[in-house]
């Protein structure tokens, strides 16, 4: 719970126009979410509240790299995260017909925790196959990769020469 403590920001007590806010996000914030995907997280995070009389307008930025595994060799790599996202925090009655860009929150309301948003900022930048730079550009020596590329499958048949098993489908034109 103290991983999170700091993303509670409470709004009353500020003066109407833009404050800026400043987080660090690192594996300790992530263990708060069960999230274990990478092994080293150094993010900075930065929110920008305008306060208006009747609604917020949040807006967070992301930025730094993570360590991750590669899903081909399982080699670490840094991959960096840039990514942003707005939010409007509207007063009322809440309910379940709200968009992901707006939250209500009720009248009484004097604070809100961005946590949450942060976190499915970062986990919806990461890639979903994570491959090697180096593995892109073939300059990652590895012995995964090396026994993959051995095992991969070779080219069998010539160019210009066809294959018998489709000749009777030809048939059927």
Not at 10 to 17: C, T
């Amino acid at each position: 719970m103290e991983a999170i403590k700091e993303f509670t920001i409470p709004f009353v007590g500020l003066k109407d126009g833009k404050h800026h806010f400043e987080f660090t996000i690192d594996n300790t914030f992530f263990t708060h979410f069960e999230f274990s995907d990478f092994n080293k997280a150094a993010l900075s995070g930065q929110l920008i509240l305008d306060k208006k009389t009747t609604f917020l307008e949040l807006h967070f930025e992301v930025n730094g790299p993570v360590v991750l595994p590669c899903d081909v060799s399982t080699e670490l790599f840094d991959y960096p995260i840039q990514t942003e996202f707005d939010l409007i925090v509207k007063f009322g009655e809440p309910s379940n017909n709200t968009t992901d860009e707006i939250l209500v929150l009720s009248e009484g309301s004097y604070q809100v925790n961005v946590a949450q948003y942060f976190y499915e900022m970062v986990v919806l930048a990461l890639p979903q196959k994570r491959v090697h730079p180096g593995i892109k550009d073939g300059s990652l020596k590895s012995e995964i990769v090396d026994k993959l590329k051995a095992l991969e499958p070779k080219e069998t048949h010539l160019k210009g020469s066809e294959d018998p098993r489709w000749n009777k489908l030809k048939d059927l034109l």
